[in-house]
């Protein structure tokens, strides 16, 4: 691959209706044109943690839009759990679509985020023209999620003062001249106990996933990401998935966080899929009004 070219990167904004009224979303957009893509952060992390492949991606002349959904980087953080599951935030996905003008997408997303672009694509199956899934958490991380997230559920809401402690403790470092993983790190720390707590409370108790049924529906070409070496996202759940959505890929990855670590190789092999699924919608006018 050649020297990728430069696209251009813009910070917007866009408001949704929720059950405390409502609540602002932010999002970086990468590129242009009306080949669109939108790429979904794991739970608690910002949509910094896709920065490095939406650029990839857009160098490669597609539209791409990564998205913090409520309760993550620079949206809102709202304290009410009815605010938070897997599917509130497919929703969030649909509302940001709605919002830019794009009609369909590829949706791709990593840990929860994959299963929050699946959740896309079963409640709105005509806006998806392509999934990309980065470590699902399905029935084999199921048990193992449920053991990360309910120590950090009860941290955040009987010893609020540890969550706040973590947070001031890190806040005051300066990220400039971090390591992106570092930065990344720094920012999931940079959190209020009651929010924490409300997304944790509202994903443990909401539908995690779409159903085996639901996921055998699924007809959007799908490329699934399988983690070797990773306990929190067991290559076997990528197995499953890809062996339930008829005519999907899945792609190994050589090793643990090989698309944070080392992203070339996996950076291409999203570009190329990426791109073949946008291919019809290249014809798509955006809507966006100005």
Known sequence: MGRAALASEMVGQCFIEGPRGRDRLEFTEYGGGDAWVVLVPPLLV??????????????SGLHVVVLDPLGHGRSDRPEDPLSYSVTAYAEQVVAL?????ASRAVIGGSSLGANVALEVAAIA?????????????????????MAL?????????????????????????????????LRIALDTFDQRPGVVAAAAHGVLFGRFAPSSVERAAITAPTLVLARSGDPFHPV???????????????????????????????????????????????????????
């Open 46 to 59: 910002s949509r910094r943690v896709h920065a490095h492949a939406a650029r990839a991606l857009a160098s």
């Open 97 to 101: 679509l709605d919002h830019m003008g």
């Open 125 to 145: 199956p005509e806006r998806v023209s392509g999934l990309v899934l980065d470590g699902p958490v399905l029935d084999n991380a199921l048990a193992v999620q």
């Open 149 to 181: 997230l309910t120590p950090v559920l009860l941290a955040a809401r009987y010893l609020p003062l540890s969550v706040t402690a973590l947070r001031t403790a890190t806040r005051p470092v300066p990220r400039r001249l971090l390591p992106p993983w």
């Open 236 to 290: 076997a759940d990528a197995e499953l998935l890809a062996g339930e959505i008829a005519g999907s890929t899945i792609e190994h990855a050589s090793a643990p966080l090989e698309w944070r670590r080392r992203p070339e190789r996996l950076d291409l092999v999203v570009t190329r899929f990426a791109r073949e699924c946008a291919r019809p919608g290249l014809r798509n006018r955006r809507t966006r009004s100005s």
